[in-house]
């Protein structure tokens, strides 16, 4: 797992993990970076291997272990990111962006039941277009094209297995996420997450690649630094 610092003098640490595919390289996720760091956050970037054979030795006890060290911190999980924030203990305000906390709706259960139980780490099944419609409309070409197209068996297992697994939420974290995002269910956030606690937001499956980012960075930098009252704050704001 690839894992790097930005802003080293930042006031306030925080734990940004990324989501599948995602790169510190990618342009919207850098502009992501960018208005962590200029809120003089000192960011602890995580990159997640795309092929997995164990959910917790490849994604969860790398970062798990790395937080131990850290005081106080404020965590950011995007998509699969959130997958192993959820899991993570001691920060003081969780934020979950399109939190991939169940397959979406295009990847029907029984096809996901068949294909994991194929014995096989191989990247070999094909995960169909991640493209500006699915992702965001600010959604590179770098993106698109440095984006694994193929997933293997056993990643489709032990992911499955981490969902089926979800922690209770004892927590007042905040999502964001859109009604139109191709690639997580939405049920496990209900489950999980109060209504007014989960902000919506048009777009695809990455705030940070939306047309609509621009509107909801304040209300996403106010989140991590006050929780759930931040959203709860502007709910009681007269329009």
Request: charged residues 25%; hydrophobic residues 40%.
């Amino acid at each position: 797992m690839r894992h790097r610092i930005f802003n080293e003098d930042g006031e306030e640490e925080l734990v940004f993990v990324m989501g599948w595919g995602n790169r510190w390289t990618h342009e919207n996720v850098s502009w992501l970076i960018g208005q962590l760091t200029e809120a003089d956050y000192r960011v602890h970037a995580f990159e997640l291997p795309t092929n997995i054979d164990d959910f917790k030795a490849d994604w969860l006890e790398p970062v798990a272990e790395y937080v131990r060290d850290l005081e106080e911190y404020q965590l950011l999980g995007h998509s699969a990111g959130a997958l192993v924030a959820q899991a993570l203990d001691g920060a003081d305000n969780h934020v979950y962006l399109s939190p991939w906390w169940g397959y979406g709706e295009d990847f029907p259960k029984p096809l996901l039941d068949a294909v994991s139980k194929l014995p096989t780490t191989f990247p070999c099944l094909p995960i169909g277009d991640l493209d500006e419609e699915a992702l965001g409309e600010r959604t590179t070409d770098h993106q698109i094209e440095t984006t694994p197209s193929w997933i293997s068996p056993a990643f489709i297992r032990e992911t499955r297995r981490a969902q089926a697994d979800l922690l209770t939420i004892d927590h007042d974290a905040v999502v964001f996420c859109s009604l139109r995002d191709p690639v997580v269910s939405l049920r496990p956030i209900g489950e999980r997450v109060p209504a007014e606690h989960v902000v919506l937001y048009n777009g695809g499956h990455e705030l940070f690649s939306s047309a609509a980012r621009d509107r909801y960075v304040d209300l996403l930098l106010a989140a991590l630094e006050d929780g759930s009252d931040a959203v709860e704050e502007r709910e009681r704001v007269p329009a």
